[in-house]
């Protein structure tokens, strides 16, 4: 009997269809698989009443804007899917322009690093739904805020931010031909159910009674009577200097710090500094490249008034390594150039639209190199003695609208190469 042998070929493409049939049998059930886990899908009805009811308000200049942020059940509700358990933090806005101006809302001055609606809509892709994604895309798009804001018209949509936790400082410039009007409005974050008890402590400490003071001079003594240093928690220790002080409303100085980057992030190592018998009122940082830290800036109300503006009084520090050092809290060590520190913080806030006057004072008392003073923790520093006081008013503001007071010459005695005399018993 003859028996037909398969050549060699045949069995080789044989094989090859089959491994091929197999293959594109395996991705159908992968895609299947795939899709029916996260295919998307329109929501049928999207109703912004909640966000109304609950939205926070304010009008400046015949404008009023509303604002509230999403809760994860809002983002589902409105995207067909929980946004913010991606890391972002949708934010309702409505902009109602009774001027005769068209506005335009800047993103930028409310998150120098939003996320667009399609970088959003990438991050919820499912494999091989092309239709579904473009959908999703368009979905997002529709919601978003969009520019122009023409006069007399009321605009509404969602700006895709980085996430603040309890309290969200919400910053908004809407520019208009040879005009731009600001917005600070502070918004609950309806995911956080702790209550913010630090903003809170913070508004109380701000509209507690307070020395009031009128004039130049005798505020510039006041502040160089203030102490040096904070202490620490058994409060004999000498802490890290207070060498910069913040004057303006709380809403003004709140915006510039967050133009310029800065965040609420208190650590513990922050409450073993005590000044008026209380850790710091507020701590903010700002991070940058890969979330590295950077400065800091611990803030306490001080029980003084200028003009009827709140007075803080700051330790601006940065770790040793800067933005190579660790990340983890209790391995931040002061870097001992706090000058450098202080000088770079009010090179920062310079760009921040809101400075309006810069002098400096004596208080924090001379510290050489050779002779440097001791914090916590065994850490030193050393200083020229002065603290850096910034009057802030409501952006916008140009640089060179920035006002330089003659309370202490700081540019002539860098040339000279004077330093800073004894004050508040410190050498």
């Not at 239709?131 to 805020?145: G, Q, R």
């Not at 710090?257 to 009122?281: M, V």
């Not at 800036?297 to 770790?319: H, K, N, S, T």
């Amino acid at each position: 009997m003859n028996v037909a042998v398969p050549s060699l070929a045949r069995l080789r493409a044989g094989f090859c269809l089959g491994w091929r049939v197999l293959v594109i049998l395996a991705l159908g059930a992968l895609q299947g698989a795939l899709g029916g886990c996260t295919a998307w899908q329109a929501p049928e009805r999207v109703d912004t009443a909640s966000l109304q009811r609950r939205a926070v308000s304010a009008t400046v200049q015949d404008v009023r804007l509303s604002a509230a942020v999403l809760s994860a059940d809002d983002s589902r509700q409105m995207f067909g899917a929980d946004i913010n358990g991606t890391g972002v933090q949708p934010v309702w806005v409505e902009v109602e322009n009774r001027t005769s101006h068209t506005l335009w809302l800047l993103r930028t001055g409310t998150d120098p690093d939003y996320f667009s609606p399609l970088e959003v809509a990438w991050s919820l892709h499912a494999p091989w739904a092309g239709p579904t994604n473009a959908a999703l895309d368009a979905h997002l798009e529709a919601f978003s805020f969009e520019n122009p804001i023409l006069p007399g018209a009321t605009r509404a949509g969602i700006i895709f931010t980085n996430p603040q936790r309890r309290t969200r400082l919400f910053n908004v410039d809407l520019l208009g031909q040879r005009m731009m009007i600001p917005f600070t409005l502070f918004l609950p974050v309806p995911d956080d159910v702790r209550n913010d008890q630090e903003m809170q402590m913070l508004v109380r400490r701000a509209e507690a009674p307070a020395v009031e003071y009128s004039e130049p001079d005798a505020f510039r003594a006041a502040l160089e009577q203030l102490p040096c240093c904070a202490m620490g928690a058994d409060g004999m220790a000498a802490a890290d200097p207070l060498n910069v002080v913040l004057i303006g409303t709380f809403a003004d100085i709140a915006a510039v710090l967050t133009r310029r980057g800065f965040r609420r992030e208190a650590q513990e190592l922050d409450r073993t500094q005590r000044l008026f018998g209380r850790p710091p009122d507020a701590v903010i940082r700002k991070r940058v490249q890969g979330g590295a830290p950077a400065n800091w800036m611990r803030l306490w109300v001080a029980p003084l008034r200028y003009q009827g503006q709140l007075v803080f009084l700051v330790q601006a520090g940065r770790p040793i390594g800067g933005r190579f050092a660790v990340a983890a809290g209790k391995d931040l060590v002061l870097h001992p150039d706090v000058d450098e520190t202080r000088n770079l913080l009010i090179q920062d806030l310079l760009y921040s639209g809101g400075l309006a006057q810069l002098g400096f004072v004596a208080g924090v008392g001379l510290a050489t190199v050779a002779q440097p003073r001791h914090s916590l923790a065994g850490t030193t520093y050393h200083t020229d003695g002065l603290r850096a006081v910034m009057f802030f008013a409501t952006r916008p503001l140009a640089l060179s609208d920035v006002r330089l007071l003659d309370w202490v010459p700081y540019l002539e005695r860098r040339e000279t190469g004077t330093a800073a005399g004894t004050t508040n018993g410190q050498p």
